[in-house]
């Protein structure tokens, strides 16, 4: 999770090797005609997060490449540390898979159903619970190093 991905309350799902993930990532020219929809669009700093459909299941695309140069720069910086910790802690339950970088500036993850901790529901009522998952996934993190 970083800054302009808001923290997501999935569903318990299968083991990442069961669930069916796209094989590669789009290339650039690919994005925007396999474009389905616009999680979010991104304003001064922030990425666009686009589904992308090649045919073989949706992903999601963090997305800088719109933004102005030193925009651009500083997601440079950040899709680097990203894609690294996501290849590290590949495996993991509680992560989307990573399924690849589009470029320098964009990287493409398996689309999660999920819920924004901020618009669930039961947020009040079963808070706690959320965040117990959210504290065992930190600690499984943690144990991968």
């Known amino acids: ?75 440079w910086l950040q899709i680097s540390r990203e894609y690294q910790a996501y290849r590290w802690l590949a495996g993991q339950p509680e992560l989307a898979t990573l399924i690849g970088r589009v470029d320098r500036v964009s990287l493409a993850l398996e689309k999660v159903e999920g819920v924004q901790i901020t618009h669930a529901p039961d947020r009040y009522t079963n808070g706690q619970v959320y965040f117990s998952r959210l504290q065992t996934a930190i600690e499984r993190f943690r144990e991968k190093g």
Do not use: Q, Y
């Open 1 to 75: 999770m970083t800054a302009t991905t808001p923290p997501t309350l999935s569903p318990d799902r299968e083991a990442p090797e069961s669930r069916p993930i796209p094989s590669r990532a789009p290339r650039r020219e690919e994005v925007e005609g396999a474009t389905v929809e616009a999680l979010v669009s991104g304003r001064k700093g922030n990425p666009d997060l686009l589904v992308v459909d090649l045919g073989e299941g949706p992903m999601v695309v963090k997305d800088f490449s719109p933004r102005p140069w030193w925009v651009r720069l500083h997601g």
